[in-house]
């Protein structure tokens, strides 16, 4: 589901789409007057996967850069910022020396908190920003351990900040400029939206819907608008954007994090296969990289990926030959096919160009996963079902033998995406071990929850789903139940009841498969609650739907050595990974 929600309130204005079963489409709702949540990146149980919003909180953060000297790209800004900007001006001049001294004080705190680079100055308060309550209060939302790291350089502005706008009622100017705000939200809906969606159709996969897991879009006019700040806590991908003179935003930078939401988590849910690939970190070290890339094996995958996708869907600056719409003799076809044919060829060329200056700058794996992704263009299968291959199937060795011959450029590309991992508690992080394959730790963290509180329901959805992973279907079915009694989270309840109803099914005699067991109809039941529930996420649906139709299998834990077409699989591994739903979505 797709979802670009509107808050009225304090902190968020939104648009909403939203995409069916069956393939990553939307249509747009607005629902204006939604409720405002505590804090900006709050996670949503069963709540929106995307979300394009404005933020209060950021808004007062980034007038009080404007109010102290922060001019970057005054001219190429959206009206408001210049309306907003002369009536701070006008309210100081108006209000009391306090208020002008109050002003003054938040602005010494600004000049004494300068970086070096000036991107990294503003990205500090914007980090801030994300984790602050709506005023009055413009108080910290999570405890200081939780902030990003980089804001908490900067946290003790908030004080000052709260004198600064109480002195000139900056809450007042917030609400005056809602609409001009609104416009802009539903100025970029439309092209944002349509980002999405090409990108979940190039790469045939839905949007995420896993839980816990948002890419948000906040837009604030206030900021530069050549400058885009992308963040990633934890399991939140956010990009901060300011709307041009015209409206217009760097959709390129937001589509390429929006490619790490749903690249990453296919990447590193395959944890167990990156000690093959360490070798690769080796040739890369003199390379123009992040130091996150030459530590991170990982971090270098999913990003030669992603300048993969980006080099095959990249504007070529040549426009592609449109079909004929009436075919009235052969000849015109064939005109078509022939134009097709040269646009193409020149389009790899530009294609193959920028290809060739991402491994220069560093990212030596981007040609290994263009030719990849390019033959899973032409299957016409989807990321999700190629990628193993990619990852398990990669000769190693030949890809670092050819790391090492590429001579890398002095410099590299800016990389506008930062990664200040959130720290994650309680079963956010259990989550996180399971997603990453830390079976152990993640059910070290379930007992522990369990054992403070045998009732919690999210302690009891990981520990069922831990049970189905070590083969008990019983102890599973118990904390399932549990779950269905204390949850309260929709997506919660509805793939517990859609993993009960797995466990009915299963329950029947592998030897007569076509004899309807007497735990079927308790299963259709368990599936029909699921979609009760209304949790409205795709894989939730189709996995329900699914059930009702016919019941779940397990695939065979062994066959026969005669069987050429089926592998063996003697661990019973994939017996177990048929209990999960798609990973992570």
């Excluded at 885009?228 to 390129?252: C, F, L």
Aim: hydrophobic share 40%; aromatic share 6%; glycine share 4%.
């Amino acid at each position: 589901m797709v979802c670009l929600p509107a808050n009225a309130q304090q902190g968020s204005s939104s648009s909403s789409s939203s995409s069916g079963a069956s393939r990553p489409d939307a249509t747009i709702d607005n629902r204006p007057g939604l409720p405002a949540r505590p804090r900006v990146i709050q996670s949503e149980a069963a709540g929106a996967s995307v979300t394009l919003e404005t933020s209060e909180p950021l808004f007062d953060i980034a007038v009080a850069l404007n109010a102290c000297g922060y001019d970057n790209d005054l001219a190429a800004s959206a009206p408001v910022r210049h309306e907003v900007r002369d009536e701070v001006i006008q309210a100081l001049a108006n209000g009391t020396p306090e208020a002008r001294d109050h002003r003054d004080k938040l602005c010494a705190y600004i000049r004494d908190h300068q970086l070096n680079d000036p991107g990294q100055t503003i990205a500090q308060y914007i980090s801030l920003s994300l984790y602050v309550d709506p005023p009055p209060a413009l108080t910290p939302s999570v405890g200081e351990t939780e902030l990003p790291p980089d804001s908490t350089q900067v946290v003790n502005i908030l004080p000052l900040l709260r004198n600064f706008a109480a002195d000139i009622n900056l809450h007042a100017i917030w609400i005056m400029h809602r609409p001009e705000y609104e416009a802009l939200v539903n100025q970029i809906h439309e092209p944002l939206t349509k980002t999405v969606l090409d990108t979940n159709l190039y790469l045939k996969m839905p949007v995420s819907s896993y839980d816990g897991r948002r890419f948000l879009v906040l837009l604030e006019p206030m900021l530069a608008p050549s400058t885009t700040n992308a963040r990633i806590y934890g399991n939140d991908y956010i990009v901060v954007a300011s709307p041009s003179a015209t409206g217009e935003v760097h959709m390129d930078q937001i589509r390429h994090t929006y490619l790490h939401y749903e690249v990453e988590p296919l990447v590193y849910a395959r944890a167990s296969a990156m000690n093959r690939l360490l070798p690769l970190l080796k040739a890369v070290q003199d390379a123009p990289l992040d130091f996150a890339y030459k530590s991170d094996v990982a971090a270098l995958i999913t990003e030669c990926m992603i300048k993969a996708i980006e080099a095959h869907t990249m504007d070529v600056g040549v426009a592609k030959p449109v079909r004929p719409t009436q075919i009235r003799v052969r000849t015109d076809l064939t005109g078509y096919e022939a134009n097709l044919a040269a646009w193409e060829r020149e389009a790899e060329v530009v294609r193959r160009r920028q290809v060739d200056l991402d491994m220069h700058q560093g990212y030596a794996l981007t040609g290994y996963f263009y030719d990849k992704i390019g033959a899973m263009e032409k299957e016409g299968v989807s990321l999700r079902e190629d990628i193993a291959e990619m990852v398990y199937g990669m000769d190693v060795d030949r890809e670092r033998h050819s790391a090492e011959h590429i001579e890398f450029l002095p410099e590299g590309a800016n990389d506008f995406v930062r990664r200040a991992p959130r720290q994650l508690q309680g079963m956010d992080l259990a989550e996180m071990k399971l997603i990453k394959g830390d079976t152990t730790g993640a059910e070290e963290m379930a007992d522990a929850a369990l054992k403070a509180n045998p009732n919690d329901p999210q302690a009891n959805y990981l520990a069922g789903r831990i049970e189905l992973i070590h083969g008990d279907p019983g102890a599973a079915m118990e904390h399932f139940n549990k779950t269905l009694t204390e949850a309260r989270d929709p997506r919660t309840l509805a793939w517990a009841h859609i993993y009960m109803g797995r466990l009915y099914d299963v329950a029947r005699d592998p030897a007569q498969p076509d004899v309807e067991h007497p735990e079927r109809p308790k299963a259709v039941a368990e599936y029909k609650a699921a979609l009760a529930v209304r949790d409205s996420q795709p894989d939730t649906r189709a996995a329900a739907e699914q059930g009702i139709k016919q019941p779940f299998l397990l695939p065979k834990r062994s066959q026969t050595q005669d069987d050429d077409n089926e592998p063996l699989d003697p661990s019973g591994k994939a017996e177990k990974q048929a209990y999960r739903p798609d990973t992570p979505r």
